[in-house]
């Protein structure tokens, strides 16, 4: 299988596209996919080819004049016919419904990253990130009806190591600092940082300060010295710097996610119009402490919500981390499990742990789960984490977790009454339609397998047809009562 990414990196893009690119394009090398990127010419800087080298993807390059559409049309068709692509992924603003009508001739399917919401698209995926206002409807005037939509902030695409690390809440103090605006280099901001952390009050803390490549060679980076100051121009491996920090300083874009899936406390700017409803409804959830846009920043100003968010940080810490439940850091794992599925027969379950609680809730508040749920109502986290942690030490319940390429895909639950076990079973919305929920109920059922038969008892709403056909499919008994349906089977 040969996959594409059409995706390009500026200074006025930044390189939150590119990157987001790479982390699903690193994932599907795993799985031993082909993966190439077409770019334009020019806008990839020396280390960004390189990282493509080191990760053995085949770059691209398409060349043509300043705002040439068709030929940018062309010169991919070009690349595609060549390599006999199968999957195209395009992440760029500048590139429209006539674009892709024209190159998805070219490909089986095409799967568009935006972010904007502003305009149509003619593809047969679409995946939007972002967590803002009505956030799953705001697409239905722009895609087909044949369009499979992934929106929200369970498909951020990050490096997956942002899953495997979850921060603690640690003692009521600010030590380290991590500070990263953008990929392009932000004058004006780095002036303010410099400005604020050199004065004497803030001479204990340690800061870490990401710049942008283009800022190699400007003297404001390279002149200013402070022993408690590091400055790194774009360093890759960032996780090692955020997981050590107590306190954070960024933009709106792709670094606000990582910050969010560590449950690291933020100051968050605003640099371009696409981070403005991201930003704001990320204030109105309480997940950043939202500083305003960039042209509004001063250095007092930045020094009073700096010595603010110190003496505050008990209380950002502990609403930072419920942002845990938001963005998992899985995104990337998740798109490439829908791109690439997992062999059936090499699905695993396994019992659930403390660390499955998110995904738990993620999955019990999926609206076809509401929907499907004899109480529709939405589960709020804490209450859900009461539930979850009783429930997996309660001798009389059973939880498991299904997992595709060690992603968690879906969950079955087992609860022993009297003289019969209850089954409760959900999917992530990424694996259904596959038939994986008979595999899933097989596997549940086997794990629970004694000398003694075993009473095995699901209700189902009579509307739920996928889980109809499940249990119909598998020989259960079935027998309406009560705009009910039970479905019975000893084992």
């Not at 770019?39 to 080819?49: A, E, F, Q």
């Not at 979850?166 to 004006?188: A, D, E, H, L, Y």
Request: glycine letters at 4%; aromatic letters at 10%.
């Amino acid at each position: 299988m040969s996959i594409a990414f059409r995706v390009d990196k500026s200074e006025l893009s930044g390189s939150g596209h590119f990157y987001r690119c790479l982390n699903v394009a690193k994932v599907l090398k795993k799985k031993k996919i082909n993966v190439k990127f077409i770019c334009k010419k020019n806008n990839l800087t020396k280390d960004i080819k390189k990282e493509l080298k080191e990760n053995k993807i085949n770059l691209n390059e398409i060349n043509y004049k300043k705002n040439s559409l068709n030929e940018d049309v062309n010169q991919t068709i070009k690349v595609l016919k060549k390599n006999k692509t199968k999957l195209l992924i395009v992440d760029n603003y500048h590139l429209n419904y006539k674009w892709e009508s024209s190159v998805k001739k070219y490909v089986n399917k095409l799967l568009v990253i935006d972010d904007l919401a502003n305009r149509k698209h003619n593809c047969e995926i679409l995946l939007d990130q972002n967590y803002v206002e009505n956030f799953a409807n705001r697409y239905k005037k722009y895609i087909n009806k044949n369009c499979r939509t992934f929106l929200g902030p369970r498909y951020v695409l990050l490096n997956p190591n942002f899953s495997k690390i979850r921060k603690k809440i640690k003692k009521n103090k600010v030590k380290n600092i991590f500070i990263f605006f953008s990929g392009s280099f932000q004058k004006k901001l780095t002036g303010i940082i410099h400005s604020v952390f050199k004065k004497k009050k803030f001479k204990g803390l340690k800061i870490n300060f990401i710049v942008g490549h283009s800022s190699n060679k400007n003297k404001l980076v390279k002149n200013f010295k402070n022993e408690n100051y590091k400055t790194y121009i774009f360093k890759k491996n960032i996780i090692n710097l955020m997981k050590k920090s107590d306190l954070a300083i960024g933009a709106g874009g792709s670094n606000s996610w990582e910050r969010i899936s560590l449950g690291l406390p933020s100051l968050a700017i605003c640099l371009s119009d696409n981070q403005k409803s991201i930003c704001n409804y990320l204030k109105k959830k309480k997940l950043i402490v939202y500083l305003g846009e960039s042209r509004d920043i001063n250095v007092k100003k930045m020094e009073n919500e700096v010595t603010k968010a110190i003496r505050n940080i008990s209380k950002l810490r502990k609403i930072s981390l419920s942002g845990q439940a938001i963005v998992d850091g899985k995104g990337s794992l998740r798109i490439s499990e829908l791109i690439s599925p997992t062999n059936e027969k090499k699905l695993a379950l396994r019992l659930a742990k403390k660390e499955d609680c998110f995904d738990y809730f993620q999955w019990i508040n999926d609206p076809e789960v509401r929907k499907n749920s004899f109480i529709s109502r939405k589960i709020k986290l804490n209450e859900h984490k009461k539930w979850f942690y009783k429930k997996i030490k309660n001798k009389k319940s059973k939880l498991y977790i299904l997992e595709a390429s060690k992603l968690p895909v879906g969950q079955i639950r087992f609860d022993f009454e009297s003289s019969e076990i209850l089954v409760d079973y959900s999917l992530d919305p990424i694996v259904r339609e596959r038939g994986w929920g008979q595999k899933l109920i097989k596997l549940g059922m086997k794990k629970l397998k004694k000398k003694s038969k075993n009473n095995f008892l699901a209700k189902v709403k009579p509307f739920n047809y996928p889980s109809v056909s499940t249990f119909t499919k598998l020989g259960f008994e079935r027998k309406n009562l009560n705009n009910k349906i039970y479905f019975y089977k000893s084992v």
